[in-house]
């Protein structure tokens, strides 16, 4: 017979603890235990030998022709997953609420070859209705179900055979044979157990929705990104039209591409050249303005970054970063304080990345140093420059990755010099490429200051 008794279960590593404390003993992550009830008995293995066994064969044997991915018809999405969705596997797409998660998948559904079952455990299904039409995505084969039970779920992919199933969300589907709530860790982690030996047996592809915290990070059990094949990240700003689409995991390709959408009155809509958008509304002349060609996976991205420095009334000035890191941008400015002579110390330093991007390229950071320096002189830099290269502690400049392909679509897009690090080989057609092997010879370069010598440091001496 059955029995319940209560634990304390990790949401970061799964680990189990008798009674609860601040802190998991297993992998040391804070508040992170949670009060389950858990069954003790022949119901406790429920949930074991329900995928048949199969027998073991050689390598060489097993067909790689079940595992060629199946398109979605979506552009950037393929472009993601290297090519669509592979049959059999799991996908999980997590991101903010409002950023357009439904709207993508019922686009998806919309253009899938094949029957699909979209089940909305948050929604009722005129809402999904009302939507698909503003979509245009009402079609033939396309089932709606509007429940929260697994086993209801489970029955309807029985009796529909679908070749996609879409799952929105994971966290509000409940197996009503366990004790816990919808959305708790046993729940999450049972109800993407069964999807996943679901999806495995029948060889279809089942695509789950997963919530995010206010850090950002996906809600819910550690376990459920390791039971899935792919885990997707939406990512986007409300007051801003573009979307990005990342894979921090994909077992069937790699996790450095990007797909871009543009969120429109129709949906969601391919951006086939991102940084033609990104550059249309520049102003040139201005000065703390500059061009960076930064890479996405195998995507060249040109964006642009800009500064303003102002005298600060405050002890502590402020330094503000918007689409990278903030601490990146203290170091920097400590550098350009430092090896370039630049009196930034007492100084409000803000830099923004123009378009709702993220960059977390190290490339980006002769770009930085040089919007500071044009912002700090009130010089503008030249509008057809594009500036490339990593900044050490040491003042000097480093190659980024890519550089050559980075240099190629800036010339597809009319700039016509760059200055980039030293030790970067080779020339690209079309544009002329300067070569500096520190800041202050970049910023020489870029014709901010005269080609005079600097003056040593002031030698700091212990009180």
Not at 148 to 169: C, H, K, M, N, Y
């Amino acid at each position: 017979m059955a029995k319940l008794r209560v634990i304390h279960r990790c949401t970061e590593c799964g680990g189990i603890e008798a009674k609860w404390s601040g802190r998991c003993s297993s992998c040391g992550a804070w508040n992170s235990l949670v009060e389950e009830a858990e069954t003790v008995g022949k119901a406790a293995h429920g949930l074991l030998g329900l995928t048949p066994s199969s027998p073991p064969m050689l390598i060489d044997r097993v067909d790689p022709a079940t595992s060629k991915p199946a398109p979605s018809r979506i552009g950037e999405l393929d472009r993601v997953l290297g090519g669509g969705f592979v049959p059999g596997s799991v996908t999980l797409l997590a991101g903010e609420p409002g950023i357009g998660k439904s709207t993508l998948l019922l686009q998806l559904a919309a253009r899938w070859q094949g029957p699909v079952l979209y089940v909305s455990a948050e929604e009722s299904a005129q809402q999904v209705r009302l939507r698909a039409e503003r979509l245009d995505a009402v079609r033939d084969r396309l089932w709606l179900l509007a429940e929260t039970d697994l086993g209801a779920t489970l029955r309807a992919i029985e009796q529909l055979s679908p070749t996609l199933v879409i799952v929105d969300s994971i966290q509000t589907v409940a197996d009503p044979e366990l004790p816990s709530a919808p959305g708790s860790v046993v729940q999450v982690r049972a109800c993407a157990h069964r999807l996943v030996q679901e999806a495995k047996r029948r060889g279809l592809t089942i695509v789950l929705v997963g919530h995010v915290t206010k850090e950002g990070g996906l809600a819910g059990p550690r376990v459920l990104e390791h039971v899935v094949d792919t885990v997707l990240s939406f990512e986007g700003e409300r007051h801003h039209a573009l979307r990005l689409l990342r894979a921090s995991k994909h077992r069937f390709g790699p996790t450095s591409e990007l797909g871009l959408f543009e969120m429109g009155d129709i949906g969601l809509i391919d951006v086939p050249d991102p940084s033609g958008m990104f550059l249309a509304d520049r102003r040139t002349g201005i000065p703390g303005s500059v061009v960076v060609p930064t890479i996405e996976g195998q995507r060249p991205l040109l964006v642009e970054l800009q500064a303003l420095v102002a005298e600060s009334g405050l002890p502590q000035p402020r330094r503000s970063a918007q689409g990278f890191d903030q601490g990146r941008l203290s170091l920097l400015l400590a550098v350009m304080e430092r090896r370039a002579g630049l009196p930034l110390a007492k100084l409000d330093v803000f830099a923004s990345v123009v378009g709702g991007v993220k960059l977390n390229d190290p490339g980006a950071d002769l770009a930085i140093g040089l919007a500071t320096a044009s912002a700090l002189l009130d010089l503008p830099l030249a509008a057809d420059l594009v500036v490339c290269g990593e900044v050490g502690l040491g003042g000097e400049l480093r190659q980024a990755a890519q550089t050559i392909r980075r240099l190629q679509e800036a010339a597809r897009l009319g700039f016509r010099r760059a200055i980039v690090p030293a030790s970067v080989p080779g020339e690209v057609p079309g544009i002329r490429i300067d070569r500096a092997a520190t800041l202050s010879e970049a910023i020489v370069s870029a014709g901010l200051i005269g080609d005079r010598p600097r003056q040593p440091p002031v030698r700091l001496v212990e009180r």
